[in-house]
Structure formats: C-alpha cells, structure tokens
C-alpha cells in the first residue's frame, strides 16, 4: 500500500450510490481505508467553500461522475462547473474523477480528466479505480466472509425490467429512504410501499430505484399488479426464469417462484406496480432475504409494509424536470408552468412536453391559458375529476395532435378503449386490418408506420414505450405502452357517443381475434390473463354479438381452472346483468354465465345464493319447451351438486339420476365426458347418503374411463382416483386406500401444485388414510400443512378450510392434545352453524365431536346430555339409518355407559348394532366395533355368556378385515374403542 495516501473519500450524487459502494470496496481490498460520501450541490448555492468543505476528509478525493451531473451544462449550474473547476486547479493531486455515464460530459468535468468505468470488464474497471486513486501497490486481501458489492455494470442474473426514463429528476430524499430502509432489512428481507394519488409519480420512482440500484441484486422482477390476474401471470413467470421446473400450472409456478427466493441466497427484489388491495396479491409476497417495492394508492398497505408518502414535486424539482423536458424553457418560465399545473409530475411531463414539439407557442400565453382557461374552448365537456387546468393542457395536447398526426390521434383514442395500464399493443399488431378502424388499417399492418405512430403518441404524452426484437421482420417494435389512468380516463372522456362505439367496436374485435378459444388448455392461461382487464373498459360485457360473449364465457371459465373464484362470479353476476335484459334468460350465453356464476358461487361456499340461481335457471328452461337437452341437463346438474352441498342428499340424488339418464340418451354414450361429469356427481351424492358400496362402483366405472379417454394424470381421472380411494376408506378398507392415495397425492403434486385446491383434498384423505393406518404422527403433521395452506389461500370460513379443521381437531384429540382439540372443534362447529346452518349435518356432526371432547375431560353429564341432543338432530338429518346417525348414536350409548346407564346403553347398543349390520355389513369396523361396545355393556349388566360371544365375533370379523397387528383391532381386543368421530365429506 503506498503509505502517503492513507485514506480516499469516494464522493457521489446519490444516483451512484451503487457505484461509490463497489469503488469502497475495491479501494479496501487493496488495503487502504476508503468511505463513501453523498453529496447535493443542488441543496446550496455554488461556492468554491463548499467544495473546498470536501477536502476536509483526509487523503485524495475521488469523485464519482454519473447522468446528474449533465446538469453542469445548465445555465443555472454553470457556477457549479466554474467553482468545481477553480478548485481542482488549486488541488489537482488530491482531487480526481471517475465517469460512471456514457453521456457527454460538460466542459468543467472534462478538465477533471475523468476516468471512463463504464463497458469494462470488473477486472478492467478495479485497475482503472486504483489508478485514479493513487493506489500503485496492493496489499495482500484479507479472507472475508461478507459478500462484496456487485459491480455494477454486471446485470442482474435474472431480471426483466422496464427501460429507464432518461428523464427522471429529483426524488433523491425519496430514494434514499427506500433504499435505506431496504437495506436495513437485507437478512431478514423487508417490504416498502410508495403510496400517492395517481400521476405523482410512483412508479418511476420505482422504476428509478430498481435501474440505480438493481447492481445490489442477483434477481430483479417487475410485475404489473394492477389486476390480479396479471399480476399472478407475471409473477410466475419468474418460476420459469429462475430456471424452476413447474409445468403449465400457475398455482404451481407461483409457490415455486416464492419457496425458491425464500431458500436462495441470491439478493433479490420484486417490484409489484399499481398494487390494490394487499390481500389479492398476498401469495406475491415471499419472505426471505430480499426485498419487495409496491407502488399503490391504498393506505391499507401500511399493515403490510414500511409506507413511503409520495408527493408533488418540490419545485426545484418542478424546474428542472420541465427543462429536461422542454428544452426552450428559461428557469423562470419553468417556473410557472410548474406553479400552472401545481407541480403535478405527470401534467408537468405532459404540458413540457407539448410546448417542446410546438416552438412557436408563446409560452407565457400557454401557461395563461392552463390557469385561466376556459375548457369549453377546446371542444370538450368539463369534468369535475380533473382541474381546469389539467383539462385545458390535455385539451390542447389532443387537438394539436389530432392537426398534426391524425392517424397517430386516432391509435390514441383507440387504445382508450382498452385498460390502462400496459396496453395490449402485441394484440393490435397481429389484428386483421379489416378490423382496425380508417386509417389505422393502413398504419398498423406497416412495422414503420406502426412505430412512427407510437413514437409520435410517447412525444406528446406521458406514454412510455418498450420495445422487443421482431423474429419475423428483422426488425425492432413496441412492445408494450404503458398509459397513466388519468389521462386514458381523459381520452375517453372526449369521445362522442358514435365515436365511442366506433372504437369499441374495433377494439371487441381485436379482443375476440386473440381469444384461443380453449380455456381448459394450460397453454392459452396467459393469453387469457392478459385478455381479461380488457373485457369491461371494452365494453365486452353490454355486447350482444355471440363472438364476444363467447371470449366472456371462456375468460370466465379460465378463472374457475385457476381456482379465482370470486373474480369469476363478479365477471359471470356482470355479464348476466347486461345479457339477460336484452337476450332474455334462456338464451345460450345467459344461460351458460348463469351456471358458471353458480359454481362460483358453490365453490365460494354461498350455497343458499347458488341454489336460488341454479333454481331458477331450471324453472324457466322446464316453462321453455324448446330447451336445448344441453343446458337442461347442465341446470339439473348444476342445482344437485348445491343441493348436496346444502345437505339435501336424496333431491340431489333425484336431479343427479334424472340429469345422468338424460345426458346418456342425449349424448349418446355413458363414457362422453359430459356425461362422466354428472355421473361423477351422482356417485358423490350416494357415498354423501351412506350408500358406499354402491358409491365405489360408480366412481371406478368412472375411473376406468377417465383412464382411457383422459389418461392417467389428467386432472379429472385424478379426481375420480381420489374419490375411489375416499370411498374404499369410508367402508374400511384402509389399506386398499392407503396404496391409492399415496400414489395419488404424488400425482396431483406434479400435475397440479401442492396449494391447488385438488391437491389440498388428496392430502386431506392421504391424511385420514394415515391416520386410520395408524400412523397418527404423519396424519397430523400432514394434515396440520393442508389446514395453513387452505387457511392461506382461501381463508378460515371456506368450506376446504373447515373440513380440514374437523379431522385436525380430532388428531389433536387422538395423539393427547385435549385442550387446543377442543378450541379447534368448538370454533369449526359454530363457523358450520353459522354458514350452513345448525341443523345442516355437518353442523350437527362437528357439534357432535364434542361429545368425545368433553367426555375426555370428565365431564360426563355434559357429554352426555350433548351426545342425545345431537343424536335427534343428526336422525333428522340424514335418517336414522344412516352412517353419521349410526356413529352419533355410538358416541351417545358409550355417553350413557359413563354415566352409569348401563341399561340404556344395552337399549341403544341392540338397536344400533341390528341397523349398522344393515345398513353397513357385519364386516364394517363401525359395526364390529359397536358389537364389542355392546359386549362392555351387557358384561356391565351381568350377561357375560353374551357378552363373550359378541366379543369373541367382533374380534373375528375385524381381524378379517385389518389384520391383528392393526391399532382399532387392538383396542377392540382390550376394551378401548368407545368412540367415532365425524369428519365432513368431500363434494
């Protein structure tokens, strides 16, 4: 190290903090001290004692040169450059520079003789950084553990991330509270949200960050969060570019993308966009060590992140950027145009902007007019969401554009008709020309013009542009453009009435030519999400040309595949609202929505809403004799699948058998998939009564053909291998079960992914199917991991959710957590009452659970008197015969036994055991465990020879069954198995 310069302050401006860091580092790894310093020169007024305050540090002076300081050019920071100059000139030996931009440096930096860093290897670059610092001997580098800063100039490894905007001014406090905070929080990983009205400025905020810092980050990813579906798309491509196998499944993608950021130890940042409500893009916020960047509007974010007020530009701010913007502004009219358009960033752009292709407007005339004006000038009607001002600077914006570019004003007006945000530019390009209104029928088509116009738009507005490498053309396009919400609301809101339907019209149809027309296909997911924000603003939803509700219905239906419940029942309930009114309610679309809004709304579980709609729809096709077979076949199918689930077995069954003959005459064949689809549901529906035997015949009849139509891994013959196994269960076959299920959860992990809501019901049963194999350690463990992940996804109230939260509860029971059991068991029995009833039988079931419960905790008069109350309750249910009436009325002959009525128990137990032989077989566990029940309560009073029968039998047949080593035949032989619990079924 050479001893006589023992220290070196690297200063920056704040753009370059990436920069200053790396050049620390390299100057300490060679073995001298070295610290980096901001410093603001726009804060104070230029002076040779300000800069001579930097020479107080000791050693040499290594200044970091970047993009900022093109401002030295300026006139009104010419004396900055001169002071800068003086000052080197009295200290050329301790003050030197580095040049970190690739812009033409201003006269007073090149005096400085200032060392080019940027397009060179690392390598290259640290020998040109210890040069310049005076260092000509390195030291030996001492081992370190810490990661050293990146080098900049080397890209992320993984990134995908918007063009910077060369023009961006100002912000620094901004960013540096950002970045600080995010640094702060590297280990543990931290989340801040930029929050501000629209047109402040947010996302270039964001967008400055991420390309000023993104040299301190191994992944960077930019999601457009402004709707839900887009979000997700974009946020699981990230899966694919980490390099992350997940298949075609976005569910799958997503838990990839974020289990592998939450394992790497790559530096990582996500930046999600125009963000709304945090609960829609909660599964997009990983943990780990990285960051999150949200720009949104919401307060509500402040729950979930460190919150960043955005505000207007300060002034300064205002000046500079407007003189970027425009370059024949003077300071002071800069001045007041800021003062004009209140120093709003995205009107400032847009007003410097118009002034600097228009050269002969008289400025201060045209910021008269912006304060003063009088928006009825210009042609358009007022509207009280904007100031005057700002409907006056658009006005003129749009009329000079419509003099000067008309095809380039009629592209605007056009993209109007489409969501803000990223508008779908790949979607017009690949448009016929027949659909295009005149003349972008001729600009489009042509790659030249095409770009001429966008350029033409980006000039005069505040739409940014992104361009892609066309394969095809050789050639460079736009790809995406991006128009703020504000001013796309302003665009159509002066648009005429015919004018309006003229774009619109052009606009469905560019829509319907991108729809693939087939949204079960995994492939075409993307193409729908990008679809989607478009359907309202394009007025998609009021059409009634069958082509465009056809693109509704499949868009409706991509939702349901992706599991987004509740955004396809909004989209289905709008699209009934507008169609039915003027199509009538049985005609194909109205009807097709009305189904798809019912399964939403099963699947949502508002069973009551969905069976008023599914009712209905069934009425007025019965009043319509023309009724295509089709839709009636679909409403009979539709209302007994809510039916089942509002626990109304035996007219679900009725509808089910009714839908199932009528599908088999009118389509020709019981293995059609339609078909199959409604036998499915009749075999849910005789398992949901207790007829089992006959419900696992229907379902591997189903199964067989799903096998040869499907294939094995197709969802659909997943499905019905679960339900096979479910079934096998239900009647104690638990180790046929076993060996399914197993087999299939490992399918559905790969087809699917481990939080879809298929998946979650075959770890469910895989759970139960442990757990009565006697492995109660897994079973629990297994099933405590399907109860958060339901919990996650869909909240503690969904129906998934509440079926894993009573077997959970009944594992807490069984491996000896009593107290949090019966915490759990209690809140899902009142959350079943509440949502389905107190008399549905899943109310009542869960209720009943309690009985074991209390009993445990030896309170036997209590678990007594509940045990016959949910007894009468659950008979009138489901019947007396039935398999949950039969296990609730167990429960209750052992209530009685621990009471000490060992008579009615004996009652209670002949009866039941007669019905359960019945209804169940001698074979059943549940029937040969009530026999040795029995056998305890008639020992009890004094009828041993029959007790040493029936005890002698019970144990027989269960052997049979499960074999002697196993745990229910074990505590059969010792007198211990005195309870059954209920578990809600799977429809």
């Known amino acids: 190290m050479a001893e006589h310069i023992p220290h070196v302050t690297v200063v920056f401006a704040g753009q370059s903090e990436p920069w200053a860091n790396w050049i620390v580092g390299q100057i300490n790894a060679a073995g001298c001290a070295a610290a980096p310093v901001r ?43 001169d002071a800068l100059r003086q000052v080197h000139g009295r200290h050329p030996d301790r003050i030197a520079a580095v040049s970190v931009t690739t812009r033409p440096l201003p006269d007073a930096l090149i005096a400085l003789g200032p060392v080019a860093l940027r397009g060179l290897r690392a390598e290259a670059a640290r020998r040109r950084v210890l040069e310049a610092a005076g260092i000509t001997a390195v030291a030996p580098q001492a081992v370190s553990l810490d990661r050293p800063p990146r080098f900049p100039d080397n890209p992320p490894r993984v990134q995908n991330v918007p063009r910077r905007n060369r023009r961006f001014t100002g912000r620094g406090e901004i960013l540096d509270r950002v970045h600080d905070h995010l640094a702060a929080s590297r280990t543990e990983g931290g989340v801040l949200a930029l929050c501000g009205p629209g047109g402040i400025g947010k996302t270039q905020i964001a967008l400055e960050y991420v390309h000023r810092f993104k040299g301190e980050y191994d992944i960077v990813w930019w999601v457009d969060a402004t709707g839900r579906g887009t979000a997700r798309e974009q946020f699981g491509a990230l899966a694919d570019a980490l390099g992350v196998p997940t298949g075609a499944n976005l569910d799958r993608s997503i838990a990839a993308a974020v289990e592998r950021l939450r394992a790497t130890a790559d530096s990582w940042l996500i930046v999600l966009d125009g963000a709304g409500d945090p609960a829609k893009v909660q599964a997009l916020l990983p943990d780990g060590p990285g960051h999150v960047l949200v720009t949104t509007s919401q307060q509500e974010w402040s729950a979930e992140a460190e919150l960043v007020q955005v505000n207007r530009f300060e002034r300064e701010e205002s000046i500079t950027f407007a003189g970027r913007r425009s370059g024949r502004l003077s300071e002071s009219e800069a001045g007041l145009l800021a003062e004009a358009v209140e120093d709003l960033p995205l009107l400032l752009d847009q007003t410097a902007a118009w002034l600097g292709i228009n050269p002969t407007v008289d400025v201060l005339e045209y910021i008269r007019e912006l304060k003063k004006g009088d928006p009825d000038r210009f042609g358009l009607l007022a509207s009280k969401e904007y100031p005057e001002s700002f409907q006056v600077a658009w006005a003129k914006t749009l009329n000079s554009l419509h003099d000067q570019d008309v095809g380039a004003w009629k592209l605007l007006n056009l993209l109007a008709c489409f969501s803000p945000g990223v508008v779908p530019v790949r979607l017009l390009q690949a448009a016929r020309a027949a659909d295009l209104p005149k003349p972008l029928d001729r600009v489009v088509p042509e790659p030249s013009s095409w770009n001429s116009a966008l350029r033409r738009l980006s000039e005069v507005t505040s739409m940014r542009l992104e361009y892609d490498s066309s394969p095809r053309m050789d050639a460079v396009t736009v790809g995406t453009l991006r128009m703020h919400r504000l001013f796309h609301s302003f665009v159509r809101h002066t648009q005429g009435p015919d004018e309006r339907a003229e774009l619109s019209a052009a606009a469905l149809r560019v829509l319907v030519s991108a729809d693939p027309r087939d949204p079960t296909s995994s492939r075409n997911w993307a193409r729908y999400a990008e679809l989607i924000p478009h359907l309202r603003i394009s007025g998609a939803l009021e059409s009634a040309d069958e082509d465009v509700r056809t693109l509704v219905l499949n868009c409706i239906e991509y939702l349901r595949m992706r599991g987004e419940y509740e955004d396809g029942r909004s989209l289905s309930h709008e699209a009934i609202a507008h169609w039915q009114p003027v199509s009538g309610p049985t005609s194909r679309s109205v009807l097709v929505a009305v189904h798809q809004k019912a399964n939403m709304l099963r699947r949502l579980g508002r069973y009551t809403e969905a069976e008023s709609v599914g009712r209905a729809v069934l009425d007025r096709l019965a009043d319509n004799g023309d009724a295509e077979p089709i839709e009636v076949i679909r409403a009979r199918d539709g209302l007994g699948g809510t039916l089942m689930a509002l626990g109304r077995y035996d007219e679900a069954r009725a509808l089910l058998e009714q839908a199932a003959a009528e ?119 297994l099933m405590l991991s399907v109860r958060k992940r339901r919990t996650a996804r869909r909240g503690r109230r969904h129906p998934g959710t509440l079926r894993a939260s009573a077997d959970y509860a009944m594992l807490l029971r069984e491996t000896g957590d009593i107290r949090a059991a019966y915490d759990l068991a209690d809140d899902t029995a009142a959350l079943y009452a509440v949502q389905l009833g107190e008399d549905h039988p899943y109310a009542v079931g869960t209720r009943a659970n309690l009985v074991l419960l209390l009993s445990d905790a030896g309170e036997h008069e209590g678990a007594g008197a509940l045990a016959e109350q949910t007894l009468r309750r659950m008979a009138e249910a489901v019947g007396a015969d039935h398999p949950w009436t039969l296990g609730v009325a167990f429960n209750t002959a052992t209530a009685r036994h621990r009471i000490g009525d060992d008579e009615g128990a004996v009652r209670l137990g002949e009866d039941l055991l007669r019905r359960a032989t019945r209804t169940l077989g001698a074979q059943h566990p549940l029937t040969s465990t009530i026999a040795a029940a029995l056998a305890q309560d008639l020992r009890a009073t004094g009828d041993e020879a029959r007790a040493d029968a029936l005890q002698a039998d019970a144990l027989v047949r269960i052997t049979a069954l499960l074999g002697r080593d196993h745990q229910h035949v074990r505590s059969i032989r010792h007198g211990m198995q005195r309870y059954w619990d209920f578990e809600p079924q799977l429809f």
Not at 41 to 68: F, N
Not at 744 to 770: I, M, P
């Open 39 to 81: 410093w603001s020169p726009a804060r104070q007024g230029p002076s040779q004692d300000a800069l001579t305050g930097l020479l107080e540090a000791p050693g040499r002076i290594l200044l970091v040169i970047d993009d900022w300081f093109e401002k030295f050019a300026e006139v009104r920071y010419e004396a900055w450059g």
């Open 663 to 781: 599908a088999t005459t009118a389509l020709g064949s019981a293995w059609v998939p339609r078909t199959l689809s409604v036998r499915n549901n009749l075999a849910e529906v005789m398992g949901l009564q207790g007829h089992y035997e006959e419900s696992l015949h229907l379902h591997r009849e189903i199964l067989a053909a799903r096998v040869e139509l499907l294939g094995g891994r197709n969802p659909l013959t997943l499905h019905s291998a679960l339900r096979t196994a479910w079934t096998l269960r239900l009647l104690g076959r638990y180790r046929e079960a076993l060996e399914i299920q197993e087999h299939n959860s490992l399918l559905h992990g790969q087809e699917l992914d481990r939080n879809h809501g298929q998946t979650l019901n075959a770890d469910h049963n895989l759970a139960l199917c442990l757990r009565r194999e006697g492995k109660l350690l897994q079973a629990r463990q």
